[in-house]
């Protein structure tokens, strides 16, 4: 009777400490829905301040505004496919709380984009986007 209920506490801890670890990984629903749709007015909630943004060979930081325009002409340009996700295919955290996310977004000519981004937790413990970059895969 006591292997039982050590093993259902065992088993039970475990769960509980997997499901804070997944929990605690996940990139905001709204961040992902905002690069699958190409919506900017998504995204932009998550931008820093100054974002530091490279699209293909063009590398500088920009303001909040300026990021919104630079990712609203990119997406303009290069619509994402509606019937394909936004896939995560790399996630880390830092020991500061920040998450480095490297994913791809398939577009409605088939072109596909590695898109890298750096989330920080700010006062509020929400994640912000200091780091956004676009680079077409060949």
Known sequence: ?????????????????FSAIVANSQVPGDIVVGFETGNVKI????FNQNVNLVVFDNNNVY??????QIVGDFFNTYAPNPEKKFKI???SSGRDGSKS????????KGEIFRIYFLLKQN???????????F????
């Open 1 to 17: 009777m006591a292997l039982k209920k050590i093993t259902f506490t065992v088993v039970l801890f475990s769960g509980l400490i």
């Open 43 to 46: 995204l932009s909630r998550y």
């Open 63 to 68: 303001s909040k505004a300026q990021t919104q």
């Open 89 to 91: 295919i790399h996630e």
């Open 101 to 108: 996310v490297i994913g791809n977004i398939e577009t409605k």
């Open 123 to 133: 006062e509020a413990k929400e994640y912000i986007i200091h780091q956004l970059r």
């Open 135 to 138: 680079e077409k895969q060949e």
